[in-house]
């Protein structure tokens, strides 16, 4: 199994990226998704996650307005819009895939595979 991110870089804040995560060895069909982040001295911290079939999804307070997850089961990929980007968004960013029995969740220790992480740096 892999989740390999993509789509991170350096940009100005108020900038947008798309990060993209691409998955093999899985049917994400069968997972839920999730997107997490891990700033610079920091604990790991949930993003946004989307429901099996994509019709539910939920953001962290700090992400919601700006943020949009998406995933595209026919391809095996699931998506993060980020718009109005801030320093406050630096961080390497992680996908996650979940076979739980809930529709979705923010929690860490619910997803069963991580991909490796992209980084997205804001600058001011």
């Known amino acids: 199994v892999q989740l390999q991110a993509s789509g991170g870089g350096s940009v100005q804040a108020g900038d947008s990226l798309r990060l993209s995560c691409a998955a093999s060895g899985l049917s994400i069909r069968n997972y839920y998704m999730g997107w997490f982040r891990q700033a610079p001295g920091k604990e790991r911290e949930f993003v946004a996650t989307?429901?099996?079939?994509?019709?539910?999804?939920a953001y962290a307070d700090s992400v919601k307005g700006r943020f949009t997850i998406s995933r595209d089961n026919a391809k095996n990929m699931v998506f993060l819009q980020m718009n109005s980007l801030t320093p406050e968004d630096t961080a390497v960013y992680y996908c996650?895939?979940?076979?739980?029995?809930?529709?979705?969740?923010?929690?860490?220790?619910?997803?069963?595979?991580w991909g490796q992480g992209t980084l997205v740096t804001v600058s001011s």
């Open positions: 989307v429901t099996r079939g994509g019709s539910g999804s």
């Open positions: 996650a895939a979940s076979r739980g029995i809930l529709s979705s969740s923010q929690s860490l220790t619910a997803y069963d595979y």
